[in-house]
């Protein structure tokens, strides 16, 4: 608790004891009054000052100058009629019950959230002279050899250069299995060094290392918010001044109806009590705090988890999703070619790989990686010339006096070449030599173990529509989707088709529904920002990727897609609740305020109470189970 | 130009209406808080300086809550 919480809870229950002594004391007359403003005073002075203030600042709807009108309005009928002066003091009291509660919740969760989010190292150690010195880390600069011990915090983005070790990643990655890490590996700031002593040389600035990413992608979650927030807001300033006539009505009209129609008294002080208990329900508060409390906890449960949800808007839209589109390279599969058969070949296996690698030998192409992987043996640059990569079919060459084409069908039918029916079990390289057809590379990308889980849990979170884009053949990607059970897929697209595909799909969007694309980040940035959220994994270390995604997922498990929806789903429950609850208590209560049931005990009993409960509610979104392999597998 | 400052408000509602508040004070584009982690993110225009703007902000934002403090 902070001083001023504690503070306010002395008071609390300095009044609170005062005011059961004065219920119980036969006293009676000016002195009862006098003795009850004692504790009036105590737990309302701050609320009188502030309201004081408030009048002189013109700012009549604020709660502190209604809550002093209600109380000292109810003292005053107390002190001509009915001598109860504990009602005064009780709403008072709850009020500030109420406050303290308040702020105590909020306190308590943004400090859980923080720590959550414990990433920020606070030091990075250089070596000088043979000893460690402790130095911030961001006045290091990039190519500086730093020192993690076992338990500290890697500072900074780098690459290791000395020593091996595990890594904790779990407060990026939410994943708890250590990572092993070695020489020449490289590693991101935020991580926990598990075991050994490692030398880093950094790769990257304090500023743009992933912490720092991070922490201020999480920070600035909030600024963007979300339309149940604008909605609040926007209830909030007309509800007070709405509260406010209807209670200065509910003062001069039935006593004037009275007089004037019905020719009897006019009972002026029922109805002005009944006036005061309209402010004391006046204080849209509950509400107020309950809305970003719900998003905050859920933005910082998700965080938890590794799922970086960059703003409440994109949560919010989270959980309107009914149609994922997913890219299949790097997001469904591994995004690892890895050469698994050789077919048909008229040469020996080895040659052919050996005529494969080499005519590929200048290419990055993840397959021309994948060929020189299996090949093997360090590629002899004399033995290959002419390399010539013809665009979208392959590569020609010619290696050791042999001419060599290597690439896909579309090569072999421009130089004339038949070649025999293909598999469909991933891309095929064909490989011709002097003009003859040698033979073809089977190259597959794998799935990833949990890819089929992680499509039946989208499904599960009530997901209508998953649909795959790839750039593959259609042959192996239709393979994959049947595997996988998709409902439809769009394949050998270019990177600019991907995004004409995803603009057909939302056009399709019924209105209220989103469409959610989930890429590796890598080249799907247009992708990405063109759906209504796009999710990018894997995209630990990945700057182009944080900042074209709406959700990071800081690992590369496609089953916290789904845990995403359950967040944002979960979270918007509870946001609902909340405006339903607070809105029809309060209206409830108004009710039977204007007809006279409701008193203010009962009046302020509701208010408090509706906003702990709504602040309780609020704080169950940080708590939320993630989908998990096994739960998956028992429901299938 | 852009700055975030740290604030202290007690009430959500109360941080509603500074924000809108901020938005009509000259030198400032747009203002933002949040509630929950008390950050005031504040734009300025090109032309203002931002101490002279940050004092007025601080004086609105003390009509609407006396007690909100402003580190800047």
């Not at chain 2, 901020?22 to 982690?37: D, K, S």
């Not at chain 2, 101490?51 to 934002?61: E, H, L, N, P």
């Amino acid at each position: 608790m902070t001083k001023k919480q504690r503070n306010r809870l002395y008071r609390i229950l300095v009044a609170g004891a005062m005011m059961l002594l004065l219920l119980l004391l036969p006293i009676k007359g000016l002195l009862r009054f006098v003795l009850y403003l004692i504790p009036y005073l105590i737990i309302g002075h701050d609320i009188l000052r502030k309201a004081f203030l408030g009048i002189r600042n013109r700012q009549m709807f604020d709660e502190n100058f209604l809550m002093a009108v209600a109380t000292i309005g109810a003292l005053i009928i107390g002190l001509t009629r009915s001598g109860d002066y504990g009602e005064a003091v009780a709403v008072m009291l709850f009020y500030q019950i109420g406050e303290l509660f308040q702020s105590y919740a909020v306190g308590k969760s943004r400090k859980s959230i923080s720590k959550l989010m414990d990433i920020r190292p606070d030091y990075a150690n250089i070596e000088e002279n043979g000893a460690l010195m402790q130095v911030d880390p961001a006045s290091i600069a990039i190519g500086t050899v730093i020192v993690v011990q076992p338990g500290e915090k890697i500072p900074l983005d780098g690459i290791i250069t000395e020593g091996s070790s595990a890594l904790d990643t779990a407060a990026l990655t939410g994943e708890s299995a250590p990572k092993e890490v070695r020489c020449e590996d490289a590693v991101i700031s935020g991580c926990i060094n598990l075991s050994g002593v490692l030398k880093i040389r950094t790769t990257k600035e304090f500023e743009d290392s992933t912490v720092a990413k991070i922490l201020d992608l999480v920070e600035n979650a909030s600024t963007r918010k979300a339309k149940s927030e604008a909605f609040i807001s926007k209830f909030a300033k007309y509800y007070t001044p709405a509260v406010c006539i209807g209670a200065f009505s509910l003062a001069i009209l039935p006593p004037l109806f009275r007089i004037v129609f019905l020719h009897t008294s006019a009972l002026w002080s029922e109805w002005i009590y009944r006036a005061l208990t309209f402010l004391v329900i006046s204080c849209p508060c509950a509400l107020v705090i309950s809305i970003p409390l719900s998003f905050f906890a859920a933005i910082g449960g998700a965080g938890k988890l590794g799922i970086l949800i960059k703003g409440a808007n994109y949560l919010e839209a989270l959980s309107y999703a009914d149609t994922v589109v997913l890219d299949k390279t790097g997001t469904l599969t591994k995004g690892v070619f890895v050469v698994s058969e050789i077919l048909y070949h008229t040469l020996p296996k080895e040659q052919i790989l050996e005529y494969a690698a080499y005519a590929e030998s200048a290419s990055s192409h993840p397959i021309s990686k994948s060929l020189q992987q299996a090949y093997g043996k360090p590629i002899d640059h004399n033995r290959v010339h002419e390399i010539r990569e013809i665009s979208g079919m392959g590569v020609m060459a010619v290696v050791d006096g042999c001419s060599v084409a290597a690439g896909n069908r579309a090569l072999m039918q421009q130089l004339a070449i038949s070649y025999p029916q293909e598999s469909n079990l991933g891309t095929i390289v064909h490989l011709a030599v002097n003009g003859c057809y040698a033979g073809q590379i089977l190259i597959a990308d794998q799935l990833k173990p949990k890819a089929k889980t992680a499509v039946k849990a989208l499904r599960q979170c009530g997901i209508r529509t998953t649909i795959m884009l790839t750039g593959d053949r259609k042959e192996a990607a239709a393979e994959t989707a049947q595997q996988l059970e998709l409902d439809a897929v769009f394949s050998e697209l270019l990177p600019h088709e991907k995004v004409e595909r995803v603009e057909a799909l939302l056009s399709q969007q019924t209105p209220k529904t989103t469409l959610l694309f989930v890429g590796d980040g890598i080249n799907d940035a247009p992708v990405l920002s063109r759906a209504d959220i796009g999710i990018a994994m894997g995209a630990i270390g990945s700057d182009a990727a944080i900042e074209a995604a709406d959700v990071v997922l800081m690992d590369d498990d496609p089953i916290k897609v789904a845990s995403a929806i359950r967040i944002s789903r979960h979270c918007m429950r509870i946001v609902r609740q909340n405006i339903i609850v607070a809105i029809g208590v309060k209206l409830i209560c108004l009710l039977l305020g204007a007809f006279g049931i409701a008193n203010m005990w009962l009046a302020v009993f509701a208010d408090v109470g509706v906003m702990m409960l709504a602040v309780l509610n609020a704080i169950r979104a940080l708590y939320i189970k993630p989908f998990s392999e096994q739960e998956e597998l028992s429901h299938a | 130009m852009k700055r975030s400052y740290h604030i202290e408000v007690e009430c959500a509602n109360c941080a509603n209406k500074m924000e809108a508040a901020l938005q009509r004070i000259e030198g400032i584009e747009h203002a933002a808080i949040q509630f929950m982690t008390q950050k005031l993110t504040v734009e300025f225009s090109a032309a203002a300086d931002p101490d002279a703007v940050m004092q007025k902000a601080q004086k609105v934002c003390r009509t609407i809550e006396p007690d909100c403090e402003i580190i800047f």
